[in-house]
């Protein structure tokens, strides 16, 4: 992509998203994620209406009477953008291809995320970690983010989740928000899933295309494999075919909801071809009632 072209485009989901943070998801994510990074701050004595859970035992013994433990919102978040890079990303029979859907719903939370004065930082994957880069504030750090995501181009075309969340897991310590952006045409990741999802806050956000779920009876197809590369002839007349591809895809989907849920952990499903907003508000407005 020729370079004039790009910023073309990274100037278009800018203007784009930074009104949509302003009239929408600016208040939404300060009420879901502000305040939910507590730090310890002192101990003093226990005031009539203090919440109990929150008394010191260890002091309280020491001095005979009750004492509190005292927290202070912390004044800034990490929010970590993990986006899959690899070949499927590519894919798109509507009018964007997911890496570019990610690309828009990346920039939606970086500047939501800068105007609630946090760092963002990122992450890019296939079957190995592309890039990384560190947590910073500021317009063009979120330019970049963003200019990447559309422009990078990866040497793997795999998708190896479990190495991506190894990697997170070990590069940020502090806890932080992590989205973890990818269609999840990937197996094995469980147990490292449950483990990032303690230490750090955890969503992901499943880019679907509905051709990949439901083919159309559309004759003889060759059908080519965009992380492997390997080809097939596929006739999608076959009642037979079309059904068995669908119960496969409809059963990695089950496995992944399941998982995502017996981890507690949120997701967020976009179709692409449909509009993004109503799921990331949706999203938003769940994760406030239940704070």
Do not use: C
């Not at 990384?132 to 963003?146: A, C, D, N, Q, S």
Request: without cysteine; glycine residues 6%.
């Amino acid at each position: 992509m020729l370079t004039k072209e790009l910023l073309k485009q990274v100037r278009q989901i800018e203007i784009r998203t930074k009104g949509l943070v302003n009239q929408v998801f600016s208040g939404e994510y300060h009420s879901v994620f502000k305040g939910r990074g507590m730090e310890f701050s002192e101990v003093r004595e226990y005031q009539f209406g203090d919440d109990i859970r929150n008394i010191d035992w260890n002091v309280t013994a020491r001095f005979g009477h009750p004492f509190i433990k005292v927290f202070e919102e912390e004044r800034e978040l990490t929010v970590m953008l993990m986006v899959d890079m690899s070949g499927s990303l590519i894919f798109g029979s509507a009018d964007k291809t997911k890496q570019q859907i990610a690309a828009e719903i990346g920039a939606i939370l970086a500047f939501s995320a800068l105007k609630n004065n946090d760092k963002v930082g990122m992450i890019l994957f296939t079957d190995k970690i592309e890039k990384f880069v560190p947590p910073r504030k500021g317009r063009t750090h979120v330019l970049r983010i963003i200019r990447e995501i559309l422009s990078f181009e990866p040497e793997g075309k795999t998708t190896n989740l479990r190495s991506a969340l190894e990697y997170m897991n070990n590069a940020i310590k502090k806890r932080s928000i992590a989205f973890l952006i990818s269609d999840f045409m990937d197996t094995g990741y469980d147990k490292i899933l449950r483990i990032v999802g303690k230490r750090h806050d955890l969503i992901g956000i499943v880019l679907n295309d509905r051709r990949e779920n439901d083919i159309p009876p559309i004759g003889l197809v060759k059908f080519i494999d965009a992380e492997t590369g390997k080809e097939r002839w596929i006739d999608t007349e076959d009642k037979r075919t079309r059904l068995l591809f669908g119960q496969m895809r409809g059963k990695n989907r089950a496995e992944r909801k399941s998982l995502f849920l017996s981890s507690r952990l949120d997701s967020i499903e976009i179709q692409a071809g449909e509009d993004y907003i109503r799921p990331l508000v949706h999203f938003f407005r769940l994760r406030e009632k239940r704070w």
